[in-house]
């Protein structure tokens, strides 16, 4: 398992995955490498505290052995139905830290929120591009009369949402990752409560001093300090128009 430094991942990482409960979304499509983050994470607190974590995967990609945490992890194939019965299952063990590795439907987007809301730390992956969209998808789960209810819940118990996609190495082989970072302070709760999603980007643009960032911000550093080219970044972003008059 490759460390969060070796995959040049944002050293908040290092800080998330440290707190004492609540809800870590790691977003990005198919193959932008939300496993490979989300296993050193995993591994970093491994290396630093005491935690039993539980993960739950379909299917396991990366095996950890248990360092200074206690880790369980269940092959969704192999030992449970599904994402929701494993983790209401794993919950009665008591684990600080739960692994969700995909959150897919509604009773395991339901239980996970409980599960953070009582004193557990949740990591979930959606296939989303980018925080506000992660948010609204979260929230367009449930029927309208009950989005008001779960904003409230959704906003009291994230953390942060970090949305990822790869880009070719310029120059070298391999890929480096670009991220949106969004992380839950104040405003963001506000936000996320009151529905105004389409704000958070202004506020991750404004909030580079405490570690959020738009993934245009990202594209912009990665293309200035020479490890991926414009053309690529242009590829990735969602709006190409403004980041190229960034960049």
Do not use: W
């Not at 557990?120 to 209810?149: F, K, N």
């Not at 020479?226 to 403004?242: I, V």
């Amino acid at each position: 398992i490759r460390t969060i430094d070796e995959l040049q991942l944002p050293q908040l990482c290092k800080e998330l995955i440290q707190k004492p409960r609540g809800l870590i979304l790691v977003t990005g499509p198919t193959g932008s490498g939300k496993s490979t983050t989300m296993a050193a994470m995993i591994d970093h607190l491994n290396n630093t505290l005491k935690r039993n974590i539980i993960t739950i995967e379909d299917p396991i990609e990366y095996l950890h052995s248990n360092k200074k945490c206690l880790i369980a992890q269940r092959d969704l194939g192999d030992d449970t139905l599904s994402f929701d019965i494993a983790l209401t299952h794993a919950l009665r063990h008591d684990p600080d830290v739960i692994v969700v590795g995909e959150m897919r439907d509604l009773p395991t987007v339901t239980t996970a929120l409980r599960a953070a809301e009582t004193g557990h730390l949740v990591l979930g992956t959606l296939h989303t591009i980018d925080a506000s969209q992660t948010v609204d998808r979260i929230i367009d789960m449930y029927p309208s009369e009950q989005q008001p209810q779960i904003r409230l819940q959704f906003s009291q118990v994230l953390v942060a949402i970090l949305s990822q996609t790869l880009l070719p190495k310029y120059q070298s082989k391999g890929r480096v990752a670009a991220f949106e970072i969004l992380l839950a302070n104040p405003a963001v709760r506000n936000l996320i409560r009151d529905g105004k999603t389409y704000e958070l980007t202004s506020i991750m643009q404004l909030n580079n001093a405490i570690g959020m960032q738009t993934l245009d911000q990202s594209l912009t550093n990665l293309v200035k300090h020479g490890l991926a080219t414009r053309d690529e970044a242009l590829l990735k972003s969602s709006h190409p128009d403004r980041l190229e008059k960034m960049i």
